[in-house]
């Protein structure tokens, strides 16, 4: 049906007043959007440009060199070494197992390596490389070099890696680095960003692990450009880290070596302390192990060896091992009755071998006794009946006081892993730790070094460097930091009466220089060089009356684990010290164990190298001769111990 010209005149006016208004509001919007270009482009074009920028372009770290470590003569003992590796990228790769198949038949990789390397590249994004073998040598980067064009994807790459020249001889002093793992990231408060790195190594145990903040030194940055996935395109710019620091040590490493070899087939340790600064000038753990293995990898069979060893390879035995210092703790008691003026120097005390206390009977290690003795005397022979009678007279707060003072109970300030403190016991320690009160069988323990009382050999050591000179000699183990020498552990005078410690000093020469001394036959002979020194006996078990009455049982004839330690001190040459060396053997039947060691680790020290025969006994010769063939042999001249036999 034709519609009236009307409506059709209505209609048109209808659309024709839409048509205005989407007109309208599209040229609205396409001025709007041409107002926003002109805005982005011209006006904010910058601000814009820097965003895309950087987006485009990443900031990456740069590892820093880490710092060297060196003995007191500059020989390295912890460097950084060139390490060779061979990596992959997959998606340069194109058949990953085809192309590790070739790498195979030039490098020579094991079933597990190739195993380890296809789960790292299909786990990793395609453009990341991965390590496919680690440490290998120049002639196989040679080789896949020379045949890269059939290797896609595969790159010979150089880096740095940690390597300690010394191996087992300072691997207790130096310790080791690994790869920084989530409980290292979980300890520190506000991580470096270098910690982040994958596989970047902190210092674990020792000086690399106490100084690693000096060590680590301070990351280098490069920018990078990136593509929309991630993939670096080009290196836009690079600015280098700063190294970190070189530390020397006080150690000698020729004197670590030697004592290192001279203490094989023991469980045992050695501290040689420089009596004037405190330099340690050795600081030995037997037996040791070679941080390298740590640094490279160490396999599951070496892990749970040195793990599984009964003589404890891993512990730093010289200020992480703490036992009942023995009668070479008797120096403190005697000290500390002086001291109090409830003895004289001069008086006796009867010995029949034994004390008897409420019943209950304290031996002497002579169970015939030692007759009436003074107080030179009792240190000579190691009297403890003697000593017994000071705990009562002196009471064990002036024990304990005394103790401390010699350094005895601190945890001294040396950079390596785990340094215990011992326990110097008195009344209110038990009271306040074992809920107990003091008893005077307490008192009478610890006279001698046993009981409560727990020292380390570093202690020990600290302790014959003050008797030597009357000053609080502290320990130091770093000598500079990058070239700046810390200060030296000299001390002050300890306010001990002079005349006491001349008394103590005179009967420790006895102990070694007459023929009634505990430790005659370990007497070094030799001019200007003659020693002072103390035998000490720890007990690691019970001796019951029982066992009194039918004869006590041999240490030889026990299982090596409940043997006595064996323990010694002293101090050299004894007119003008030196230097001050602690001994502990572990089950080594007593100090008999420990003095000849104590002696021979002197005299190498004394002469700065291998003493002359005639500085020992004329008994004592044709045994030390053999010993020093059998070291030489161990330790060759300048030699590392790395690279022995």
Not at 110 to 118: L, Y
């Amino acid at each position: 049906m034709r519609r009236p010209p009307r409506d059709t005149e209505a209609s048109a006016r209808r659309i024709g007043r839409r048509a205005f208004v989407v007109g309208g509001a599209q040229t609205a919007i396409v001025a709007a959007l041409g107002w926003r270009m002109q805005s982005m482009q011209v006006e904010h074009a910058d601000e814009f440009r820097l965003l895309a920028e950087e987006n485009r372009v990443n900031i990456r770290l740069i590892p820093p060199a880490r710092g060297n470590i060196f003995d007191v003569n500059g020989v390295p003992l912890a460097v950084n070494e060139q390490n060779y590796r061979i990596v992959m990228v997959r998606e340069d790769a194109g058949d990953v197992h085809a192309t590790l198949a070739k790498l195979r038949e030039l490098v020579d990789l094991d079933d597990e390596t190739i195993e380890h390397a296809k789960e790292e590249l299909e786990r990793r994004s395609p453009f990341v490389p991965v390590t496919i073998a680690d440490r290998v040598s120049w002639e196989d980067i040679s080789r896949v070099t020379v045949n890269a064009p059939a290797l896609p994807g595969v790159v010979a790459d150089v880096g740095m890696s940690r390597y300690y020249p010394r191996g087992a001889d300072t691997a207790h002093v130096v310790g080791y680095v690994g790869p920084v793992s989530d409980y290292d990231l979980d300890q520190i408060e506000d991580p470096d960003p270098l910690l982040q790195i994958p596989k970047f190594q902190i210092g674990k145990t020792g000086v690399e692990a106490k100084l690693e903040e000096s060590l680590r030194g301070k990351a280098g940055t490069r920018r990078i450009e990136v593509n929309a996935v991630g993939r670096v395109m080009r290196e836009l710019d690079r600015i280098e880290g700063e190294a970190g620091a070189d530390i020397q040590l006080t150690i000698d490493s020729r004197l670590q070596a030697y004592v290192e070899a001279r203490l094989a087939g023991e469980s045992a340790s050695v501290v040689v302390m420089d009596t004037e600064t405190g330099d340690l000038k050795a600081i030995a753990s037997a037996p040791s192990f070679d941080p390298n293995l740590f640094v490279r990898g160490i396999s599951v069979d070496a892990w749970t060896g040195l793990n599984e060893d009964i003589y404890r390879p891993l512990a730093s035995k010289t200020v992480q091992g703490v036992y009942p210092p023995g009668s070479t703790f008797k120096m403190m008691t005697a000290l500390a009755a002086l001291e109090a003026g409830v003895i004289d120097a001069e008086e006796t005390v009867y010995c029949p071998g034994f004390t008897e206390v409420a019943g209950t009977r304290f031996h002497c290690w002579r169970s015939g006794g030692h007759g009436n003795i003074n107080l030179h005397e009792s240190l000579k022979q190691s009297c403890d009946c003697y000593y017994y009678d000071l705990a009562q007279r002196a009471g064990i707060d002036a024990i304990a006081a005394m103790a401390r003072r010699f350094g005895l109970g601190e945890r001294h300030d040396v950079p390596m892993s785990a340094v215990n403190a011992g326990n110097i016991p008195d009344k209110e320690w038990k009271r306040t730790v074992r809920g107990e009160e003091w008893r005077i069988g307490d008192s009478i323990n610890a006279s001698i070094g046993q009981g409560y009382v727990l020292t380390s050999p570093l202690q020990l050591a600290v302790m014959a460097s003050r008797l030597a000179t009357g000053r609080t000699v502290s320990p130091r183990l770093v000598h500079t930091v990058d070239g700046i020498e810390t200060p030296t552990g000299r001390g002050e005078s300890m306010g001990v009466n002079e005349n006491f410690l001349r008394r103590i000093r005179a009967s420790m020469y006895d102990v070694v220089n007459h023929q009634r001394g505990t430790a005659y036959r370990s007497r070094i002979v030799a001019d200007g060089m003659k020693m002072a020194g103390k035998t000490g006996t720890s007990q690691v078990r019970r001796i019951t009356a029982e066992e009194r009455a039918r004869g006590v049982i041999s240490n030889a004839d026990l299982p090596w684990e409940r043997r006595d330690h064996g323990l010694w001190v002293n101090y050299a040459p004894y007119e003008n010290p030196r230097f001050a060396v602690a001994v502990v053997v572990e089950h080594g039947s007593g100090g008999g164990a420990a003095s000849p060691i104590g002696r021979d680790v002197t005299l190498q020290a004394l002469y700065e190298g291998e003493p002359p025969l005639d500085a020992y006994p004329s008994s004592e010769r044709a045994s030390a001769e053999a010993m020093q063939e059998r070291i030489r042999a161990y330790v060759p001249a300048g030699a590392p111990a790395a690279d022995r036999a």
